[in-house]
């Protein structure tokens, strides 16, 4: 989880916001709304709808206006159902639901209404509604994949395997969702005592999705070596257990699963050789081995076993919907609520559709001395810092570095937040701290060199920068930060140029070090080149000031005056920096020195 910087405007960073999961969160509020203007599409064949919401009663006091005390009251069916699609549109998925509900008690026989109130609870988690819908859907002959679901989920919680088997079936049905009812019938066979049918059938679930030189999905292996723990065939679970070593593991949660399975057959040192190698650092490895040891005696349930394979095959295939994602991990956590793993993965996607108080209210869920509390945290750090809410980001951080003050990783990340609120001196402090306690990456090199260059102490920023390209010359921020300074200052051109246009390179769709590398041309006098590269800048950065700026210069020294007002005059428009603001506004009264 360790996240590239978001680097204020004056840092002169050209990615600006521009790292992976910042330049998202840029266009998140479209995300969002493109994926509710889905949902409110209704189920059709296939899904088709946005995710969901937190299921709870006490949502954001912000969300007042179309809560269930109704202060809007429509009369008709017409307008409930309008209430539905604006509060859709407004992402207030638990208000819409609660409209789509209205507009079904007055029309309870409306195939549109049914499905769509199917939906927004199912992806809300509420888990019975949306099965008491489904079965009123089935009465009227209209059926999908999903809605059986919620019935699984029920039949799952209740033990009755025999039911579930029936139903899962016709989930099966759907290709898409082959993967999730294989795991769930595979289960149930050995829930009932058919174990050997029970892993033939996950391998035949999987024939799909074979590879001819790596075989079987990691999580399908993985999935193996548990059931022959459940069936108490510890020999050959270990054995497939100590295959997946050394595989490449795809995600953090399935690495603990194999952790804690090893831990459990007591292959402690194969499992904390494989932590010490592969966990990521947002991981407290002293609090994961302490948890793994907790629970080394405690195998998961069949439930548990079912919602970890959920979790895992949420994303494949066709069931990458961000619908489907939403709505399975609402089914997860119904029939395994305990599993930190799933809570963490919900929060994600609900960050990502811009849903971040929903995020937050998932992230309260998980235990704040497990395995997945630090992740928690730092994710709730993103979201705050997104928010410029600086203070309650280092609170949060504070009160956790209270309890764990060795760890490098979260001082890092303190200096990472007091850089990006502009507190320099404090932040180069906190990397430097972090290097005492053993944290070292190329990362914190390149963002104590940008913390250095911000305090006007050069040859420590250059020192810095240079050692982060050093262990990895291919990150494209680096290059293309060190290149930008020295252009911007008019200095090392040549080597600049040099550095940028591998960044490009390495990232040709960033407009910001598309950008950098027209601004340098324009440095060097190359106008004619600088202009191209500038003009395909502001495509991909449409509404960028400091881009603009930059082309307004070039149409300038292009003797095209007209073009380089607007220009300016548009950047002016887009930006919140009264100084850069000030500075073109100089250019348009006066324009560039000859």
């Not at 009227?140 to 395997?161: C, F, H, K, Q, V």
């Not at 959920?310 to 994303?315: G, K």
């Not at 997945?372 to 949060?396: G, H, R, Y």
Request: hydrophobic content about 45%; overall charge negative; aromatic content about 8%.
């Amino acid at each position: 989880m360790e996240q590239m910087p978001n680097i204020k405007q004056n840092d002169r960073f050209r990615v600006c916001a521009q790292t992976g999961h910042l330049k998202l969160r840029q266009i998140k509020p479209l995300a969002a709304l493109a994926a509710l203007a889905l949902f409110a599409s209704g189920c059709g064949g296939t899904a088709s709808s946005s995710l969901d919401m937190h299921n709870t009663d006490a949502t954001d006091a912000a969300r007042a206006p179309a809560q269930r005390s109704e202060p809007y009251n429509p009369q008709s069916v017409a307008a409930h159902y309008l209430a539905a699609r604006q509060a859709l549109y407004m992402s207030e998925i638990e208000d819409s639901a609660h409209f789509y509900m209205r507009s079904l008690e007055a029309e309870p026989d409306n195939i549109e209404f049914l499905q769509r109130n199917f939906m927004s609870q199912y992806y809300l988690g509420h888990i019975e509604r949306a099965a008491s819908i489904g079965r009123q859907l089935e009465s009227l002959n209209i059926m999908t994949s999903l809605s059986y679901e919620p019935s699984i989920a029920m039949a799952i919680r209740a033990g009755d395997w025999d039911a579930v088997m029936v139903l899962v079936d016709n989930v099966a049905e759907n290709i898409p969702s082959r993967q999730f009812a294989g795991v769930i019938k595979s289960w149930a066979m050995i829930a009932t005592g058919r174990g050997d049918a029970g892993i033939t059938h996950l391998t035949d679930s999987a024939l799909s999705l074979v590879d001819a030189e790596n075989g079987l999905p990691f999580y399908h292996q993985l999935h193996h070596a548990l059931m022959f723990e459940a069936l108490g065939n510890k020999d050959d679970a270990l054995l497939k257990a100590q295959l997946l070593i050394d595989e490449q593991i795809p995600s953090s949660a399935m690495m603990l699963d194999l952790a804690g399975l090893l831990y459990r057959l007591d292959a402690r040192d194969m499992a904390d050789a494989m932590l010490d190698q592969k966990l990521p650092r947002a991981f407290d490895l002293k609090t994961t081995r302490q948890h793994l040891a907790n629970q080394a005696n405690q195998p998961p349930t069949i439930a548990q076993n079912i919602a970890n394979g959920v979790l895992q095959t949420a994303s494949n295939a066709g069931d990458g919907q961000p619908q489907t994602i939403g709505a399975r991990l609402r089914f997860a956590i119904y029939i395994a609520p305990g599993l930190d793993a799933v809570h963490f993965s919900l929060a994600q996607a609900l960050s990502m559709l811009a849903l971040d108080s929903s995020a937050m209210a998932v992230l309260a869920d998980i235990d704040p001395d497990g395995v997945w509390a630090q992740p928690a945290m730092l994710m709730k750090l993103d979201m705050l810092v997104a928010q410029n809410d600086f203070e309650t980001a280092l609170s949060i951080l504070n009160a956790h570095l209270a309890k764990h003050p060795d760890n490098g990783f979260l001082h890092k990340e303190h200096a990472d937040i007091l850089r990006r609120n502009g507190n320099y001196a404090a932040s180069r402090d906190a990397y430097l701290r972090a290097e005492s306690y053993g944290f070292e990456s190329p990362t914190l090199d390149r963002n104590l060199a940008i913390t250095y260059e911000q305090l006007g102490i050069d040859d420590k920023a250059e020192e810095r920068f240079l050692a982060a390209l050093t262990i990895n010359p291919n990150d494209a921020f680096t290059l293309n930060y060190l290149g930008y300074w020295w252009a911007d200052e008019g200095r090392n051109l040549s080597e600049a140029i040099k550095l940028i246009e591998k960044a490009v390179e390495l990232r040709p769709e960033s407009g910001y070090f598309v950008d950098s590398l027209g601004w340098v041309h324009y440095k060097l006098g190359n106008f004619a080149v600088a202009v191209e590269l500038l003009e395909k800048a502001t495509t991909l950065e449409p509404a960028d000031p400091v881009i603009f700026d930059h082309l307004g210069d070039v149409y300038w020294r292009l003797d095209r005056y007209a073009e380089a007002r607007h220009m300016w005059d548009f950047a002016i428009e887009q930006s919140d920096d009264p100084v850069l603001s000030d500075t073109i506004r100089t250019k348009l009264s006066d324009g560039l020195d000859p």
